[in-house]
C-alpha cells in the first residue's frame, strides 16, 4: 500500500510521467557487450560453423572461456541474422520402451551412411555401438562400406574398454542373418542346420546373444545417436578439416569421450552387467574372419592362389590331411588355429622348377612357320645338261638318290 501511495502522490506532482520505471532507457549492468556479441556471431560463421546453439555453447566455454548459456547463445545469433542450423519438428508419438536396468545387457549396434565429409572426400559409413541402459558410444569406427570388419572393430574396442554385453541388437542385415532363400550347401545339409554369418558365428563364440529388429524405429537409442552425431561429429570434422577416412577416425574418440561425458545417462541398477573376456583364444583370434581349411601333404594350405606353410606342430606330428580353422584377422595376418593353438602362417616357398624342353611359344608367328617347313630339295638337272657317263659321288643326282626315302 506504501507504493500505491507513493506513485499516486508522485502522479499528482508530475503527471503520467511519474508511472514509468526509474531504470527505463538505461543499460542493464549484466547485458553482454556488443564487441563479446559480435565475436560470438562471427565464431558462429567462421571458426563453428553449423554448431548448433547448444554445441557451441559447450564448445565456447571448453576452448574461449565465454560461459554463456545456450538459450542466450541462440537470441545473440538471431539477432546477428544466424540461420538455425536445424529447424524444430514437432515430435511424433512414439510407444517407449523402458532401458534395460544395468549397462551391459543390450548392446545396440548400427551403420550410418552419410556425407560426413561433406563433399571434401568420399562418402563414409560410421559404424558403433550404444548401450541401451546408459547411452553411450562403447565404440565406432569409419568404413568405407558397412560391413563385419567394421562390426569386429566396435567389438574389440567394447570388450577392451567396458566388457561383454549379454546381448546384441542390430537390424536384420546380411552381416547378421543369412538369406533364407538361398539353397542350402551339401555341408549344410549334411549338418542339418544353416551356417552362420561370420558375425553371428563370433557372438556364439563369445556366448552374446542376438536380437534382429524389425524396423529402425525398434532401435531408437542408437538411431537418435546417429541424428547427434549427423549434427555434432560433422561439425567437428568439418573443422579439423578431415578429407580422408584416417583423418576421420583420428577425429572419432575425441568426440566419443565428449558425447559420452554429455549424455550419459545412469543406468537404474549402478551393478553392471559387462562379462569378462573368457579364457581362451585372444580377442584378435575370435573377432576375425574364419576359413575351415584341410593342410596337405607337404604342410601348405592354399589361400587366394597363393601356398602357405605351417610351423611345426607343438606335439611335433604331422601337418597333412589335419583340420584347421584359417584366421583372416583385421590386420591382414594370417592365422591358423588348431587344437587350442594359434599359429602364424608364412609365404611357402616356390615349388622347385623342372628343367625340360618346352616349345617356345614366344617366337613371331612367321618364324615358327619357318622351321617347321622342310628343307627345299635340289632341283633335278635336266637330261639336255647332264654329262653322260659321270660317275662324280658328289652329283647332285647321286647325292638325291642316297636320301631320298624308299
Not at 175 to 185: D, L, S
Request: proline share 9%; charged share 25%; with cysteine.
Amino acid at each position: 500500500m506504501r507504493q500505491v501511495r507513493r506513485l499516486v502522490e508522485r502522479f499528482r506532482l508530475e503527471g503520467a510521467a511519474a508511472l514509468l520505471h526509474g531504470n527505463r532507457g538505461r543499460t542493464p549492468a549484466n547485458r553482454i557487450g556488443e564487441a563479446m556479441r559480435s565475436r560470438i556471431v562471427e565464431l558462429a560463421t567462421t571458426t563453428f560453423a553449423g554448431f548448433n546453439p547448444v554445441h557451441l555453447a559447450e564448445t565456447l566455454a571448453d576452448e574461449s572461456e565465454i560461459a554463456l548459456s545456450a538459450k542466450t547463445i541462440r537470441r545473440i545469433l538471431v539477432a546477428g541474422g544466424v540461420p538455425a542450423v536445424r529447424t524444430r519438428r514437432p515430435r511424433k508419438h512414439r510407444s517407449r520402451r523402458e532401458r534395460m536396468p544395468r549397462a551391459g545387457m543390450l548392446l545396440q549396434v548400427d551403420g550410418s551412411r552419410h556425407d560426413w565429409l561433406e563433399g571434401r572426400g568420399p562418402m563414409l559409413t560410421l559404424v558403433g555401438a550404444i548401450d541401451d541402459a546408459t547411452g553411450i558410444f562403447t565404440g565406432a569406427t569409419f568404413r568405407a562400406q558397412e560391413d563385419a570388419a567394421g562390426y569386429f572393430t566396435v567389438l574389440a574396442q567394447t570388450a577392451v574398454g567396458y566388457g561383454l554385453p549379454v546381448a546384441l541388437y542390430s537390424d536384420q542385415h546380411g552381416i547378421f542373418v543369412k538369406n533364407p532363400n538361398r539353397p542350402p550347401t551339401l555341408a549344410e545339409q549334411l549338418t542339418g542346420k544353416r551356417s552362420a554369418t561370420q558375425v553371428r558365428r563370433a557372438l556364439d563364440d563369445l556366448g552374446i546373444g542376438w536380437i534382429g529388429a524389425l524396423s529402425a524405429q525398434a532401435k531408437g537409442r542408437i538411431e537418435r545417436g546417429w541424428g547427434t552425431a549427423q549434427d555434432r561429429l560433422r561439425s567437428e570434422l568439418r573443422r579439423a578439416g578431415a578429407t580422408t577416412i584416417d583423418d576421420a577416425n583420428t577425429v572419432l574418440p575425441g568426440w566419443l569421450r565428449r558425447h559420452n561425458d554429455r549424455f550419459a545417462v545412469p543406468p537404474g541398477d549402478p551393478e553392471p552387467a559387462w562379462r569378462p573376456w573368457p579364457a581362451g583364444p585372444p580377442i584378435e583370434a575370435v573377432l576375425c574372419f574364419h576359413y575351415p581349411r584341410r593342410v596337405a601333404p607337404d604342410a601348405t594350405l592354399s589361400w587366394e592362389g597363393r601356398a602357405l606353410a605351417l610351423p611345426p606342430r607343438a606335439d611335433g606330428r604331422s601337418w597333412a590331411g589335419a583340420g584347421v580353422i584359417l584366421q583372416e584377422r583385421l590386420d591382414a595376418s594370417l592365422w591358423v588355429g588348431h587344437a587350442d593353438r594359434d599359429y602364424r602362417l608364412a609365404e611357402a616357398p616356390p615349388t622347385p622348377v623342372t628343367l625340360r624342353a618346352r616349345h617356345l611359344r614366344r617366337e613371331p608367328l612367321a618364324d615358327l612357320v619357318a622351321a617347321s617347313r622342310p628343307e627345299p630339295r635340289p632341283a633335278l638337272p635336266s637330261a639336255a645338261t647332264a654329262a653322260p657317263g659321270n660317275r662324280d659321288p658328289n652329283h647332285p643326282w647321286r647325292r638325291y638318290a642316297a636320301v631320298r626315302p624308299r
